[in-house]
């Protein structure tokens, strides 16, 4: 029988003293010490030749009452097969010891691995935690450092801005003055002329008036001249108008005279029938 030995590197774990396992390990170590000593001297007993072994081993004295050969048999044989099977007992406990400590051994390595695993989780999230605190200090620290710069800026804006505002009022203000400057000058300007464009309208209306009375004059005088001219041209068409009846009642006169002649005339020379 040979039970498995790892190298102590293998299990240097178990041997740190702050593991959690470590005095379960370390009785677990006695027990496999004992257990190879005697593992080894049942390999040396197998090894050893059935003499040297009825050597070491002191056998068992027969009781007085066997007599015959066949008895001695009898009891060498109940003595061999009751030996062989506290030796089978022996290494079934042996193994079943084996088995036991192997179990021990993978459960304190597996809850070791989970106690690794679980430190090794819990380094990572203090640090992650610690991660994050930094990242939120430096978060606040730069929000700070944002939030007084833009206070300076807009302190700074705001100067600048009141100094621009302030220039613009007296711009504003002294262009206001010299507009009103202007605009009286503008209105006295515009009262003058307006003023000398009444007096120029009232010469031109007065130059107007005289002017339509002259017209009226010139057209009264006019009419009066036509109306006598008139007045003398139908004095004349009507003579002439007399004159011309006469003469065309003279000439009708005459022309029927003259034809009543010729019908006479004619109305003679035809035959009677």
Same mark, same amino acid.
């Given at each position: ?68 050969? +066949?008895?001695?048999? !009898?009891?060498? *044989?109940?003595?061999?097969? &009751?030996?062989?099977? =506290?030796?089978?007992?022996? #290494?079934? %406990? ?17 809850e070791n691995r989970l106690q690794a695993a679980r430190e090794t989780r819990r380094r990572e999230m203090l640090e992650k935690r610690v991660h994050s605190r930094h990242m939120e200090v430096d978060r606040k620290y730069k929000e700070r450092c944002r ?46 002329? +307006?003023?000398?464009? !009444?007096?120029? *309208?009232?010469?031109?209306? &007065?130059?107007?008036? =005289?002017?339509?009375?002259? #017209?009226? %004059? ?56």
């Open positions: 029988l040979k039970f498995p030995i790892h190298s102590q590197s293998s299990w240097s774990w178990l041997w740190h003293p702050k593991s959690v396992h470590h005095t379960e390990y370390i009785v677990i170590l006695q027990t496999l010490k004992s257990t190879s000593l005697s593992c080894n001297m049942v390999r040396a007993e197998d090894d050893e030749p059935s003499v040297t072994r009825a050597m070491t081993v002191p056998a068992a004295l027969p009781p007085p009452e066997l007599h015959s050969s +066949q008895d001695m048999l !009898a009891w060498k *044989r109940e003595y061999n097969i &009751r030996l062989r099977e =506290a030796e089978w007992k022996r #290494r079934q %406990e042996e193994l079943l010891t084996q088995k036991q400590v192997a179990w021990q051994i993978e459960r304190c390595e597996r939030n007084v710069e833009i206070e300076r800026k807009h302190s700074a804006w705001e100067e600048k801005e009141n100094a621009r505002l302030m220039e613009m009022h007296s711009a504003a203000k002294e262009a206001q003055k010299v507009r009103e400057e202007v605009l009286a000058a503008d209105k006295a300007r515009l009262c003058e002329e +307006q003023r000398a464009a !009444a007096h120029d *309208r009232a010469e031109a209306k &007065r130059h107007q008036q =005289a002017l339509d009375a002259k #017209r009226e %004059e010139n057209i009264r005088k006019r009419e009066a001249e036509r109306q006598r001219k008139a007045a003398e041209e139908a004095q004349k068409l009507k003579k002439d108008h007399i004159a011309h009846s006469s003469k065309i009642v003279s000439e009708f006169t005459e022309r029927r005279s003259s034809h009543l002649l010729g019908a006479r005339h004619t109305t003679a020379e035809l035959p009677v029938s």
